[in-house]
């Protein structure tokens, strides 16, 4: 069981980034997949998922509006995409799997069982 995330980078303020978490070596299709994320000294934290069909989402209020999650199960992979980007937005972000047990998809991390490595994302002011 793998994930593995991509598409960080340097950013200006405004700016937009997309990342990817691509899975390997399990059957993507019947997970959940969040991503959170974490600052250097901080917890890390919840910023959105997306239920194993894609028809439910879930957002942290932090970057709702901003923020969208969708996934492309025939490709293995999920996308964030990141708009209107803040300084605040800078930290380690992690994508994660975690099996359904009902009530939509979890915004909590231990509800997660396998993690990717992250992808740093950096919002310059």
């Known amino acids: 069981v793998q994930l593995v995330e991509s598409g960080g980078g340097l950013v200006q303020a405004g700016g937009s980034l997309r990342l990817s978490c691509a899975a390997s070596r399990f059957t993507f299709s019947v997970y959940n997949i969040g991503w959170f994320r974490q600052a250097p000294g901080t917890e890390r934290v919840f910023v959105a998922t997306?239920?194993?069909?894609?028809?439910?989402?879930g957002y942290a209020d932090s970057v709702k509006g901003r923020f969208t999650i969708s996934r492309d199960n025939a490709k293995n992979t999920v996308y964030l995409q990141m708009n209107s980007l803040k300084p605040e937005d800078t930290a380690t972000y992690y994508c994660?799997?975690?099996?359904?047990?009902?009530?939509?998809?979890?915004?909590?991390?231990?509800?997660?069982?396998?993690w990717g490595e992250g992808t740093q994302v950096t919002v310059s002011s």
């Open positions: 997306i239920a194993r069909s894609g028809g439910t989402t």
């Open positions: 994660a799997a975690a099996v359904p047990r009902g009530g939509g998809p979890s915004a909590i991390a231990s509800d997660y069982g396998t």
